[in-house]
């Protein structure tokens, strides 16, 4: 099944929280582990089987656990296999005659100008995760979203109308990605986008899988699961000067996609407390976000100040998740969206709210606006 076109999303007619989350990456085996190697900011880089054209090993951070020789889809099968295991426990709670449907993120490679190649590892992929639900989410029906950075926000928005307008009672959300596979290495040596210790304007590959189960809340404590988070709005936006594209980065895409995500706030005081972005060592990245910020979160000015409207506190804490998972491609943002869900369990960092955001190779962005759950 493919994606509806969709726009934003804010949850206004109906709260939508987490209740269930799995991950696995290069770091961690689960959510847990995922947010705790990020606070403790292990870093595990490691030499790759991949040689880039200066003779050097290319850098990456791999799942360890994973044999080297197992490549492209086939390991993130194992990805897969890893992150929604995680999830049969909670969903257990919830079979029955619990509707259900699974939104699956996947590389930009994979859309509708993929090779006849990928085209079939794209099938393998949704077949595989297909037969786990027939075993353990009531046999949801798998919607793929081949969008690459920005998938789970063009997932989330959608599967958000879906269960705050009752067309289905939970959905479980996430995506899957790896670069350690030697087409997807040669795509990135012939753009030079491959770190190689001498080209340091280019990205560390890394690869992971994570997911999450959204529900009405009231359905969550039914079910006996608890609330993780609150999804209080996504955002979406298309750049039109994306990565390798011969114009010009404008950061519009960003920008467009962090106001939709923050601008549905009806209390004058929110602030925004926190940002979890997906810049890593590429140029491209770091000036689309200078460019996006001032415009997304200071709107106003222009007419000498009056139209101001403050959206972030002061000195707005800003992460990047590649300094710790390196790139994750399509896990990236449900990988974010964990670590924020974790922090607002255990309180550390302290915020009660974060702003995920993430930038596809292609045209598309991304943004989820997420909320620590009241207690109880």
């Not at 947010?35 to 054209?53: D, I, M, N, Q």
């Not at 992929?125 to 950075?149: K, Q, T, Y």
């Not at 899988?209 to 009231?218: C, E, N, S």
């Not at 995920?356 to 292609?362: A, K, L, N, R």
Request: aromatic share 6%; hydrophobic share 45%; glycine share 10%.
């Amino acid at each position: 099944m493919r994606t509806r076109a969709t726009g934003s999303w804010v949850g206004k007619d109906g709260e939508v929280g987490l209740c269930a989350m799995g991950a696995f990456n290069g770091l961690a085996f689960d959510a847990h582990q995922t947010w705790a190697f990020w606070r403790a900011e292990a870093v595990g880089v490691t030499e790759s089987p991949f040689r880039c054209p200066n003779g050097t090993r290319a850098t990456m951070l791999s799942a360890r656990t994973l044999p080297p020789r197992l490549c492209g889809a086939e390991r993130m099968v194992a990805l897969l296999d890893g992150a929604l295991g995680q999830l049969e426990a909670p969903l257990a709670r919830l079979r029955g005659d619990a509707r259900l449907r699974l939104w699956l993120g996947l590389p930009e490679r994979y859309g509708p100008e993929a090779s006849k190649a990928r085209a079939v590892e794209r099938r393998h992929l949704e077949d595989h995760v297909e037969r786990w639900c027939e075993r353990s989410a009531a046999s949801a029906p798998v919607i793929g979203v081949p969008r690459g950075a920005a998938s789970l926000a063009f997932a989330l928005a959608e599967a958000c109308a879906d269960v705050a307008s009752g067309q289905v009672d939970a959905a479980i959300v996430g995506g899957v990605d790896t670069y350690h596979a030697p087409d997807v290495m040669d795509e990135l040596m012939a753009q030079s986008r491959l770190f190689d210790g001498k080209n340091m304007d280019s990205l560390i590959p890394g690869e992971g899988a994570a997911f999450l189960v959204i529900t009405r809340p009231r359905m969550a404590t039914r079910a006996g699961l608890p609330r993780l988070a609150l999804v209080d709005a996504v955002g979406l936006g298309q750049e039109p000067g994306s990565l390798l594209s011969e114009a010009p980065c404008t950061g519009m895409g960003l920008t467009q996609a962090i106001r939709a995500a923050t601008g549905g706030q009806r209390d004058p005081n929110w602030r925004l407390e926190w940002l979890l972005g997906d810049v890593n060592n590429e140029s491209y990245r770091s000036t689309e976000l200078q460019l996006a910020l001032p415009r997304a979160l200071a709107p106003g000015g222009m007419d000498a100040g009056k139209g101001y409207r403050p959206i972030a506190v002061d000195d707005l804490p800003v992460d990047f998740l590649p300094l710790r998972f390196c790139d994750l491609g399509a896990a990236t943002l449900p990988t974010a969206a964990i670590i924020a869900s974790q922090t607002f369990l255990r309180g550390v960092p302290r915020a009660t709210n974060c702003l995920c955001v993430s930038s596809s190779q292609g045209p598309d962005r991304g943004a989820v606006l997420l909320r620590a759950a009241p207690p109880g």
